[in-house]
């Protein structure tokens, strides 16, 4: 997307993952969800590149990374964030991860014992059950559903992203998140990340919420769909000396519903954790 570009390219795996570093000042880190790109922090990231060094990435199988015909799961996710970290040459960064990105950030964190300065959350994947109805019923048919025409295709893909949006998103504002899941390989790509998801990655890190060693707020729309704010207020129990926030009038994406309490929200959150 010339609008969005993410210039430099990471070896993973045998696969490309792009990513843009941005800005100059303390690290901070951008993790997106699914079936979204980085793209979702197109209204926050620009307004904290004067102050710190930006990081986003399209996840494997996301965006303007490689789709393979292989594992993107939230088991390898983490993985990856793992090595990006070590190639930006970041120890403790702020992280803001939405959705899949904060199962990522979370696991990468528990299990690839990666260290924060902050960890904001933004409704995230993190506490079983989760998958909607028509997540369910792709994963039984995998293979039906990456055959569809394509006409077929433009059809559910937008349809199945408003349902995260609480706005009336127009078609021209829609499109950066529905052209990397249409024609080939973004059509297959969509519906096989869709059958990977797998509560066992969240369940593997859900016993260790209480050994998170930094501090976290976290963030949830009032009006998601996909996620309800309960999940939200039973992860911050779980997290001792977790902020939590409601945003109003927000569905489960917030950076389209509400970017500028987003944008809030993190700029009260990090001066609390700079250094002295």
């Not at 969005?4 to 880190?29: C, E, I, K, M």
Request: contains cysteine; aromatic residues 10%.
């Amino acid at each position: 997307m010339a609008d969005w570009p993410l210039a430099q390219t990471y070896r993973f795996n045998g696969h490309s993952v792009r990513y843009a570093v941005r800005g100059d000042g303390p690290p901070l880190v951008f993790v997106h969800g699914t079936p979204f790109s980085s793209y979702v922090w197109h209204r926050i990231a620009p307004h904290f590149i004067t102050m710190h060094r930006v990081h986003y990435f399209d996840l494997l199988g996301y965006g303007q990374s490689t789709q393979p015909d292989g594992d993107v799961s939230l088991g390898v996710q983490n993985q990856l964030l793992a090595q990006l970290l070590e190639h930006w040459g970041l120890e403790r960064p702020d992280v803001v991860a939405h959705d899949f990105g904060g199962a990522t950030a979370l696991r990468a964190h528990l299990l690839n014992g990666k260290d924060y300065r902050s960890l904001t959350l933004i409704d995230p994947v993190a506490l079983s059950p989760w998958g909607s109805p028509f997540v369910q019923h792709v994963r039984q048919h995998e293979a039906a559903f990456s055959g569809l025409p394509d006409y077929i295709q433009q059809a559910i893909v937008p349809a199945y992203i408003r349902g995260a949006i609480k706005r009336e998103i127009p078609d021209q504002e829609l499109a950066p998140y529905v052209q990397p899941w249409l024609g080939d390989p973004g059509q297959a790509a969509f519906y096989r990340q869709i059958a990977q998801m797998d509560e066992c990655y969240t369940r593997e890190v859900e016993g260790l919420y209480p050994t998170i060693r930094c501090p976290v707020q976290i963030l949830w729309g009032k009006d998601d769909q996909w996620i309800p704010i309960e999940r939200g207020q039973a992860l911050h129990q779980m997290i001792a000396g977790s902020q939590f926030h409601a945003i109003a009038n927000a569905g489960h994406l917030v950076q389209e519903d509400a970017p500028e309490a987003i944008v809030a929200a993190i700029l009260r959150f990090l001066p609390q954790h700079e250094s002295p």
